[in-house]
């Protein structure tokens, strides 16, 4: 099935760590810039980490310094790792596809924009 599959999330204690995945699956030859999202019940999405055309990320200030992205061109996935969690990074996990690396413009119609989400829960 063609799609972003998001996986990784989970139950940590607060300084812990988590590496979510996003793979494109479904699809070999299709391959985009990713961005992350996260949200809480009652909130609206946030962006968590966004890469310019460049391929430069921005990272939003509440994660500055403890969230990396890095990407596995060979598996069609990216990753965030995310360390010294906090309780207020308790949220569903989102990726975004963006800008087209490698593909054609049924890459565009065929993968859908989001990935379906991984829970992250942080306590203190």
């Known amino acids: 099935q063609v799609g972003l599959v998001e996986s990784g999330g989970g139950s940590v204690q607060a300084g812990g760590s988590l590496r979510l995945s996003c793979a494109v699956s479904g699809v070999q030859h299709c391959s985009f810039d990713m961005s992350w999202y996260r949200q809480t019940p009652g909130k609206e999405r946030e962006f968590v980490s966004v890469p310019d055309k460049d391929g430069v990320t921005t990272y939003a200030d509440s994660v500055k310094g403890r969230f990396t992205i890095s990407r596995d061109n060979t598996k069609n996935t990216i990753y965030l790792q995310m360390n010294d969690l906090k309780p207020e990074d308790t949220a569903m996990y989102y990726c975004?596809?963006?800008?087209?690396?490698?593909?054609?413009?049924?890459?565009?119609?065929?993968?859908?924009?989001w990935g379906q989400g991984t829970q992250v829960t942080v306590s203190s």
């Open positions: 975004k596809r963006d800008r087209l690396r490698r593909g054609d413009t049924w890459c565009l119609r065929a993968v859908p924009a």
